[in-house]
T-cell receptor
Framework: AQSVTQLGSHVSVSEGALVLLRCNYSSSVPPYLFWYVQYPNQGLQLLLKYTTGATLVKGINGFEAEFKKSETSFHLTKPSAHMSDAAEYFCAVSGANQGGKLIFGQGTELSVKP | GAGVSQSPSNKVTEKGKDVELRCDPISGHTALYWYRQSLGQGLEFLIYFQGNSAPDKSGLPSDRFSAERTGGSVSTLTIQRTQQEDSAVYLC????????????FGPGTRLTVL
């Protein structure tokens, strides 16, 4: 069984500040991990993914995430927030030989203050 | 090229009526997924197709829900005898079917059951 926990349903940062969105997972098989972003009234867009190999993954719009097996974490960061980063962010997990279905966390809404 | 499209974008129905939601995946994508996004439950996996077969239907919440896919392309999600708790945004995604390749999401169908 797999599950995802995102700490904080709402995070607020100032423009230019560090963005840190937390994600912890549980998986009985080696996990594949994803971050998706959903802008208001739009569909989900992939930010980045970890499958195998390098544990620090870089994505679009300056975001990155680090897979830490010992901590079962896959936190999303961005050094400097921009107003356009305001959106809802979802962490998701899937496992090998499971058809690729995604198990999502509850989501974190990011607000960016000017 | 065209992305994943879904129709209708909005559907309002009365309790007890049947509804059909349509998904047109990206051309050539063999894998197709249905998810449901609701306030109380977040993003939930419903069903996965590989070609025309559905190896994983584990997320369908009741026997009122069914889905089919024809010609390895278009998929229809049918909800019979709708209930108010079925109100949600129904999202469709497709991928190339390679293990853990990116899923591309459609804009969703917002279903409201009165």
């Amino acid at each position: 069984a797999q599950s995802v926990t995102q700490l904080g349903s709402h995070v607020s940062v100032s423009e230019g500040a560090l963005v840190l969105l937390r994600c912890n997972y549980s998986s009985s098989v080696p996990p594949y991990l994803f971050w998706y972003v959903q802008y208001p009234n739009q569909g989900l867009q992939l930010l980045l993914k970890y499958t195998t190999g390098a544990t620090l993954v870089k994505g679009i719009n300056g975001f990155e995430a680090e897979f830490k097996k010992s901590e079962t974490s896959f936190h999303l960061t961005k050094p400097s927030a921009h107003m356009s980063d305001a959106a809802e962010y979802f962490c998701a997990v899937s496992g090998a030989n499971q058809g690729g279905k995604l198990i999502f966390g509850q989501g974190t809404e990011l607000s960016v203050k000017p | 090229g065209a992305g994943v499209s879904q129709s209708p974008s909005n559907k309002v129905t009365e309790k007890g009526k049947d509804v059909e939601l349509r998904c047109d995946p990206i051309s050539g994508h063999t894998a197709l997924y249905w998810y449901r996004q609701s306030l109380g439950q977040g993003l939930e996996f419903l069903i996965y197709f590989q070609g025309n077969s559905a190896p994983d239907k584990s997320g369908l919440p009741s026997d009122r829900f069914s889905a089919e896919r024809t010609g390895g392309s278009v998929s229809t999600l049918t909800i019979q005898r709708t209930q108010q708790e079925d109100s949600a945004v129904y999202l469709c995604a497709s991928s190339t079917g390679q293990r853990n390749n990116e899923q591309f999401f459609g804009p969703g169908t917002r279903l409201t059951v009165l």
